[in-house]
């Protein structure tokens, strides 16, 4: 495998660690810790939140060093606090010590995606790079698969299987540092800055992001919980579910390919509805189980395309820094992910799952409500400018 394959194939396997089993395992076990913990609906919804909660420390902390610290410094932290995290989490005997450890295992999503994204935009060609993105961003979704059928395996054994991820961690990170570029020089002055948060079109961006990142919980944080306590689902049941939600996920690769033909805007909003028919669809699933693993499969693929949507519209908009550009929506993913969890697990305990996922429904379709315009004449520029002698001086860091 030549550096450019090694680099997208180590970032797939970050990207499934740190979303697919340091964030989002959480909430496929959540039925089983809730049971040994003694956790209400409310409590286990603002430990989910705390992992959002890291997760926008540790974008904000990436873009403001990146450019000193450099793709692999950062992308090996992340391994680290992943592996960290839920290490901690099979240790944890109470409500206070999950929280912590989901937190730092939160944390490590937040050191993911821009590094990633920034080496990617060092090293694969304006063709390439919307290809490689859509492939890493789909690793969420093998990660996820991957934490279904070890449930299957060792049902019942949460501590276990966080033991087992914490492992796989250590052996995602050593990769990591042979996969990604060293820091390139000349880039320590390329510091976040407030003014670049005003252009044209942020506010969309921001506001769709944050509203889809907020209706999501509703089955990354609760969807176990309610497969189980209004269907009537098995832990083998469950498990099964989400991994046909991450299998069908994994389709979401080819979002760089689909928003090439359809555009940006088109796939955002298909994706949108498609998650508002997932949550509704579960409301009904109870007088047909089997729908659910439609609506869970649905979900997947809706959730992966809207999140490399958002991702392939934050970098249209800021073309020359990628890191930004993913960086921004999957901030206000996380801060929507950070309030919307706590909320859903208020309105489960006050109205019931039913009222609950109806409510979040309403506020994904208005997540369609924003969609980007066509990027200026001087943006579009700005992606073929640089010069071939810098190309050059970028390969040779990139193996």
């Avoid at 039913?354 to 409500?369: D, E, G, P, Y």
């Amino acid at each position: 495998m030549n550096g450019r394959g090694n680099l997208v194939a180590a970032g797939f396997a970050l990207t499934a660690l740190s979303y697919g089993l340091a964030r989002f395992a959480y909430g496929l076990l959540l039925p089983d810790i809730r049971e040994e913990l003694s956790l209400g609906a409310t409590a286990a919804g603002w430990i989910g939140g705390s992992a959002f909660a890291a997760y926008c420390f540790g974008i904000v902390f990436a873009l403001s060093a990146g450019a000193r610290l450099g793709e692999r410094v950062l992308t090996v932290l992340a391994g680290l606090t992943a592996t960290g995290g839920m290490a901690l989490v099979a240790a944890a005997s109470s409500g206070w010590t999950l929280g912590l450890a989901i937190a730092l295992a939160g944390l490590s999503t937040g050191l993911t995606s821009p590094p990633l994204a920034a080496a990617v935009g060092r090293c694969l060609g304006d063709a390439a790079r919307p290809k490689a993105n859509g492939a890493i961003n789909a690793g969420t979704a093998a990660g996820i698969v991957f934490s279904g059928v070890a449930v299957i395996l060792f049902a019942g054994d949460w501590r276990g299987l966080y033991g087992l991820f914490a492992a796989v961690g250590a052996a995602v990170t050593v990769w990591l540092w042979f996969a990604m570029p060293p820091a390139a020089g000349g880039r320590a002055s390329r510091r976040l800055s407030l003014k670049r948060l005003t252009r044209r079109g942020v506010g969309g961006l921001c506001a769709g992001a944050f509203l889809m990142g907020a209706a999501s919980t509703a089955i990354w944080t609760f969807g176990a919980n309610i497969l189980r306590d209004e269907l009537g689902f098995s832990d083998g049941g469950i498990a099964l579910a989400w991994s046909v939600l991450g299998a069908a996920g994994i389709a979401g690769a080819a979002t760089g390919i689909l928003t090439v033909r359809f555009g940006i805007g088109q796939v955002h909003r298909l994706a949108v509805f498609a998650m508002v028919v997932a949550l509704t669809g579960l409301v009904g699933a109870g007088h047909a189980p089997a729908v659910a693993f439609a609506v869970m499969g649905l979900f997947g693929v809706a959730y992966i395309v809207s999140s490399g949507a958002f991702l392939l519209w934050g970098i249209m908009l800021y073309p020359a820094r990628p890191d930004i550009g993913l960086g921004l929506p999957f901030l206000m993913i996380a801060l929507g992910q950070t309030a919307g969890a706590p909320l859903f697990g208020f309105l489960w305990d006050a109205a019931g799952s039913a009222a609950a996922l109806a409510t979040f429904a309403v506020i994904m379709a208005s997540a369609a409500f924003w969609t980007p315009g066509q990027p200026s004449a001087r943006r579009r520029s700005s992606r073929v400018a640089s010069p071939a002698a810098t190309a050059n001086a970028l390969s040779a860091d990139c193996g």
